[in-house]
């Protein structure tokens, strides 16, 4: 690739347009992957949401598909509550109180369908928030 056509491609890039979009209005002969690869090596990328907001608008992908394929079944306040109640509003790792910090319901399974009242337990946010990071490491 010739420093003018690449020029070419991060002016257009730059101005709003997807590297398909790109390919397409300078009839390049790369493939997308290759320019995408080009602009990296400079620097310039997207961030994964504005990718996918471009993506959509440009009717490449469905307005129902989501980023997160993980469906959660909400938890209803009631359930919520009675979690808390159950566990005296405690941490039940740190025994930090609501006054103390945010209390969050947790699925002890990690799986977040299964809202069953034994896969349930009251963590504070920062508890909740290191058992999923440590989740998210090992898996
Ligand atoms: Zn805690």
């Not at 010739?2 to 390049?28: H, M, P, R, W």
């Not at 159950?86 to 790792?93: E, G, I, M, S, T």
């Not at 946010?125 to 898996?139: A, I």
């Amino acid at each position: 690739m010739n420093i003018a056509t690449f020029n070419e491609i991060k002016k257009l890039y730059l101005s709003g347009l997807s590297t398909f979009q790109v390919k397409d209005k300078l009839k390049l002969s790369f493939s997308v992957r290759e320019i995408q690869r080009v602009l990296a090596r400079e620097g310039l990328t997207r961030s994964r949401k504005l990718a996918y907001e471009l993506a959509v608008k440009e009717g490449r992908v469905g307005r129902v598909k989501k980023l997160s394929t993980i469906k959660r079944i909400r938890m209803s306040a009631m359930l919520r509550y009675s979690i808390l109640k159950r566990d005296n509003f405690r941490c039940l790792l740190c025994g930090a109180t609501a006054k103390e910090r945010l209390l969050e319901v947790d699925h002890i399974d990690f799986n977040v369908r299964n809202n069953a009242p034994e896969n349930l337990r009251t963590l504070c946010e920062w508890c909740n928030f290191g058992r999923r990071r440590d989740n998210d490491s090992t898996s």
